[in-house]
T-cell receptor
């Protein structure tokens, strides 16, 4: 069982819809990362958070440490948001170099 | 400058070739990483350099040889690769590599490697 689970695996939305991607983890973490990867492309770091909520433009990330759960929300989705969104946990035990990645959520936003 | 650059973007090589991948950052980061990513899979950590010294080798075959000639540059030398080594190779950097201090990793665009 992967220590970081994402849902859904695939998500199709219409332009303008509100999107939620969920991430659950079973390890103790020092931080949780949300990453974006366009098809065939490199990875962009969207958020790194250890508590509460962060907002950047139309993107919002929240984390509940007690429940070991994080969500990424996209408001007013747009076709250019189509990408794979990856949740990655930074373990709190020992060295923090290793990110444990979820399998990713493929988001397709149709015009 | 918050960018990690990688060259080349695409590389096709035969199993007997020797080639190198390059990664560069000018953010003053002292930790640099190599990841390998197969299609539709999350990245897998290969190597971590901290202050130009190899800190982590995730049991990577010796046909992959990393090098960190200075704090801004990271190379991955490739020799006698196999077709199954075809993947996207991602470089990343972060401020430091230190326990109990979390570090945002900045990723490069990757090099798409095809081994024939």
């Amino acid at each position: 069982k992967n220590e970081v689970e994402q849902s859904p695996q695939n998500l199709t939305a219409q332009e303008g819809e509100f999107i939620t991607i969920n991430c659950s983890y079973s390890v103790g973490i020092s931080a949780l990362h949300w990453l974006q990867q366009h098809p065939g492309g490199g990875i962009v770091s969207l958020f790194m958070l250890s508590s509460g909520k962060k907002k950047h433009g139309r993107l919002i990330a929240t984390i509940n440490i007690q429940e070991k759960h994080s969500s990424l929300h996209i408001t007013a989705s747009h076709p250019r948001d189509s990408a794979v969104y990856i949740c990655a946990a930074e373990n709190s035990g020992g060295s923090n170099y290793k990110l444990t990645f979820g399998k990713g959520t493929l988001l397709t936003v149709n015009p | 400058d918050t960018e990690v650059t990688q060259t080349p973007k695409h590389l096709v090589m035969g199993m007997t070739n020797k080639k190198s991948l390059k990664c560069e950052q000018h953010m003053g980061h002292r930790a640099m990483y190599w990841y390998k990513q197969k299609a539709k899979k999350p990245p897998e950590l290969m190597f971590v350099y901290s202050y130009e010294k190899l800190s982590i080798n995730e049991s990577v075959p010796s046909r992959f040889s990393p090098e960190c000639p200075n704090s801004s540059l990271l190379n991955l030398h490739l020799h006698a690769l196999q077709p199954e080594d075809s993947a996207l190779y991602l470089c990343a950097s972060s401020q430091v590599l230190r326990a109990k201090v979390y570090n945002e990793q900045f990723f490069g665009p990757g090099t798409r490697l095809t081994v024939l």
